[in-house]
């Protein structure tokens, strides 16, 4: 079947630097996206994994390692901004997207 | 304008009642989903659409119908609503198109609805 895995809770503090980890089991996995969203508000879109390694865009970065089946969100200089839910998504061959059920972080001061 | 609209906002609704929402994007996109989210499950996909002609069953579709009138327009029917249809209803556009292999699949939500059945 196909599942997907992170954290539920995540905390930090401004200015520190925060990872959210996501892993997978599916069939014809293409790559990991990540998305967030603030209370009640649309789901936006952060980032695409297709190949291993690190993309870089801004504070945030997304790794991709798809003989572990993993990845993760790093998020840096943390701000109260990013209080939000974080998903990570399976993209497959055929199918739509699936979404994992999301990390809720809270960044204090 | 917003590229994907959604209504209503909010509705409450009685247990047994149909109603209709309505999902308008011009994004000129072929794919349209309709999600589910409920406190702690993350969101689950309802149905979706690669085309007009395309419409598919997510993991939740009892309970639920969906009407693909034009490209641009997806409408998700619940034919006799229940308590546990209460939830926050969003949908989406995806730039992969059709059922192309494309790698890339960037979803754009609409703003949400707002359901209660009460």
């Known amino acids: 079947g196909q599942s997907l895995e992170q954290p539920s809770e995540v905390t930090a503090v401004e200015g520190a630097i925060v990872q959210i980890n996501c892993t997978y089991q599916?069939?014809?996995?293409?790559?990991l996206s990540w998305y967030q969203q603030h209370d009640g508000g649309a789901p936006t879109f952060l980032s695409y994994?297709?190949?291993?390694g690190l993309e870089e865009t801004g504070r945030f970065s997304s790794f991709l390692s798809r003989s572990d089946s993993y990845g993760y969100l790093l998020l840096q200089e943390l701000q109260m901004k990013d209080s939000a839910s974080y998903f990570c998504?399976?993209?497959?061959?055929?199918?739509?997207?699936?979404f994992g059920k999301g990390t809720t972080l809270s960044v204090s001061s | 304008d917003a590229d994907v609209t959604q209504t209503p906002r909010n509705r409450i609704t009685k247990t047994g009642k149909r109603i209709m929402l309505e999902c308008s994007q011009t994004?000129?996109?072929?794919?349209m989903y309709w999600y589910r989210q409920d406190p702690g499950l993350g969101l689950r996909l309802i149905y979706y659409?690669?085309?007009?002609?395309?419409?598919n069953k997510g993991e939740i579709s009892d309970g639920y119908s969906v009407s693909r009138q034009a490209q641009a327009k997806f409408s998700l029917s619940l034919e006799s609503a229940i308590p546990n249809q209460t939830a926050l209803y969003f949908c989406?556009?995806?730039?992969?198109?059709?059922?192309?292999?494309?790698?890339?699949?960037?979803?754009?939500f609409g703003p949400g609805t707002r359901l209660t059945v009460l």
């Open positions: 994994n297709a190949l291993d």
């Open positions: 659409s690669f085309d007009v002609k395309d419409i």
């Open positions: 989406a556009t995806s730039d992969r198109p059709g059922r192309s292999t494309f790698s890339t699949d960037t979803q754009y």
């Open positions: 599916t069939s014809g996995f293409y790559g």
């Open positions: 998504a399976v993209i497959q061959a055929g199918t739509a997207l699936i």
């Open positions: 994004k000129g996109h072929d794919r």
